[in-house]
């Protein structure tokens, strides 16, 4: 079983950065495409950033392109989240998830493992 604990959220304010880091235990990491969604309240789940198995492909969602990274360290089990310039609208619960596949995909409902959540809010 796998299993994933997220870190590393925080409050900052309208044009920080933060870094979510989640480390992966229980499989064998290099099989997994990783990745992270959020959820703000009231709102649903969405995707925010993913990286492919092998570390060479990513992808973002068009609300995140050029001010989130994503990485990844095989050796560590480890995928991290780099936000930077962020916005009031970033603010949510983030969460890690993986796929043993290729590629993660964007959809809530195609992830096999999700992680507990940390908060993320920018205050203005």
């Known amino acids: 079983q796998v299993q994933l604990v997220g870190s590393g959220g925080g409050l900052v304010q309208a044009g920080g950065s933060l870094r979510l880091s989640c480390a992966a235990s229980?499989?064998?990491?290099?099989?997994?495409?990783m990745g992270w969604f959020r959820q703000a309240p009231g709102k649903e789940r969405e995707f925010v950033a993913a990286?492919?198995?092998?570390?060479?492909?990513?992808y973002f969602a068009d609300s995140v392109k050029g001010r989130f990274t994503i990485s990844r360290d095989n050796a560590e089990n480890t995928v991290r989240l780099q936000m930077n310039s962020l916005k009031p609208e970033d603010t949510a619960v983030y969460y890690c998830?993986?796929?043993?596949?290729?590629?993660?995909?964007?959809?809530?409902?195609?992830?096999?493992?999700w992680g507990q959540g940390t908060q993320v809010t920018v205050s203005s």
């Open positions: 990286i492919s198995r092998s570390g060479v492909s990513t």
């Open positions: 229980g499989g064998t990491f290099r099989n997994f495409a």
């Open positions: 998830a993986a796929a043993p596949r290729y590629a993660l995909g964007s959809s809530p409902s195609a992830i096999d493992y």
